[in-house]
Each structure stands twice: as structure tokens, then as C-alpha cells.
């Protein structure tokens, strides 16, 4: 499953919102728009597909939530780095309550770290973050990934096994899955209107060319993609759905990109936001940058 921009899980850190109301979905007027519309219009609202066929490079920098909903064991590793012990223990209890179905408790706020995603066509990626002290970085040329993760004493590059290769493989596509699907050969199909935000919404189910299928959100007043159905995650044994959504669009160079991002894991309490500080369209970037380091 592909997200349509960088939003879902930067280097595994990033994690959802909550489903659509049922309710809603039941009493929802009738769509009278039909999904090739749809899509058209949001093309055109996100500043049209000429406008983004100008886009061969794009970086993004800025701060995002480090997570902890998906692994206690590396939320204690990673508060004992940032906040001490003290603070590891009121996470660990609401981490604990939350799983029971009791209220958690309040919690230290979550550290924001600084990163910088570069992206170019097609499909390149590279990832830099600030954690703990130290730079991971991780870089995909569109066939072959490489990370290094010193937070993990991992000094060395290791190469993408076979899932994280699936769950690139399409990621970074600068301008998203709806743009020319029919060319990617993408089915695109209109389910119906959920209330994302207080506000109302066509699902979109995508069919990918591999059988994958992925939902996206469309605000029915703006064609802004208001929420992506991210990459399922396999968490506590087993397989959550996960959300991103997408806020604060703003116009930079003739084109519309969201500046705040929220994570959602189905079933967990925390959300991961990802704020973006600055965004530069058509920077000069070498393809060395997205290959693994040789020295």
C-alpha cells in the first residue's frame, strides 16, 4: 500500500486518527459526482497536473513527533535517552493504562526531532534524522534502500529487506497516486462520503496495478486529500490499519502542499504530527544522494 505524500512512518518513527463515522457514513447524502470527477477536481485543487509534472525534485524540512505507540520496549529506550528514568516510568504506566482500557494518565510532551526528506523522480527518497544525538539516515534510488541507524549503535549501512522494499516501492511519488492512476494503472473507485474533521468526504478506493488496495479521503468543499490510508502495521502480533492526515495546506510555487501531517494507529491512544517548516520545489539534487554512501 502507497501513501501519496511523505507521511507515513519516516524511518519507522512516525505512526493514525480515528475511523470514519459510522453514523455518518450511513446518513450520508448520496454522492452525486462520480469518481473520474472527483479526482479531477482535486488535481485541479491541489494546483493542477501540468503544475506538478513541473515538479522533478521536492525537499521538505522540519520537525516531527518521535512515536511510541508501536513498541513499549523502544518508547523506554527512547524516553531513558531523552528524559530519564522518571519519565520513562509515567510513560510506561500510561502506555499500560491505555491497553486496559483505562484513561492514561497525562504525559511529558513528545520531543520533536528535526528531519529533512529530499525526494526526486522517479521515486527516489532520502531521509535525514536527528535522534538522539545522532543522524539516521535512510535512502531509497527507486529499486535498491539503505539505512543507518547509529541511534541503535548500528554505524553501518543495511540494506532494505524484502517488506521494507514493498512498502517503498511507490511511496515517495511526488505528486500521489491519483495523479495519471489510469497510466499507473490504478483503479479508482468511489464508495462513498465519510465526516473526516466535522466535515464531509469521498472515499476513494484505489486498486493498485499489484492487487494492493489503498483509500483516500476528498473534502467535498475543498478536493483537498484530507486523510491516506497508510501502510498496515503488524503491532502486539497483529495488523493495524493506519491513517494520515493532512492538514494546513498551503500554496508554494503554484501548487498546494499540507504543512501538518497527523499519524494514526488503529487501536492506539497516541498520534505522531508532522510539522513542515519549509518545502523547496525543483531543488538541484544529485542522484548520488539517494545511493548507498561507498565510503
Known sequence: MKNSTPKAALLGLLAVSLAPSAAW??????????????????????????????????SWTGKMEAGYADSVAR??????QTWGRKSGKIREEALAAAKDGAPAKPVAQQVKLPFVLDVKRPGMSRVELEFAGKT?????????????????????WEPFNADQLKSQSGKWDIDGPL????????????????????????????????GQVQHVWIDTRSFLDVRVE??????????????????????VQGVLMPFALETV???????????IEKVALNPKLDDA?????TA
Open 75 to 80: 518508547s523506554q529506550r527512547y524516553v531513558a
Open 265 to 275: 494507529v488503529e487501536g492506539y491512544p497516541d498520534t505522531h504530527k508532522m510539522l
Open 179 to 210: 495523479f495519471d492512476y489510469a497510466a499507473k494503472g490504478t483503479k479508482v473507485a468511489l464508495e462513498g462520503v465519510d465526516k473526516i474533521d466535522g466535515q464531509g468526504a469521498y472515499r476513494l478506493k484505489l486498486t493498485l496495478r499489484d
Open 230 to 251: 497508510g501502510v498496515p502495521r503488524l503491532m502486539d502480533g497483529k495488523v493495524h490499519t493506519v491513517w494520515i492526515y493532512q492538514r494546513d495546506f498551503r500554496t
Open 25 to 58: 457514513t450511513a446518513n450520508a447524502p448520496a454522492p452525486t459526482l462520480s469518481a473520474q470527477q472527483i479526482v479531477e477536481k482535486h488535481i485541479a485543487a491541489r494546483g493542477g497536473m501540468q503544475a506538478w509534472r513541473n515538479v522533478q525534485t521536492m
Open 136 to 156: 539516521a539516515v535512510q535512502v531509497f534510488d527507486g529499486t535498491s534502500g539503505w539505512m543507518m541507524r547509529p541511534y541503535l549503535n548500528r554505524e553501518d
Open 289 to 293: 544522494l539517494f545511493k548507498k554512501p
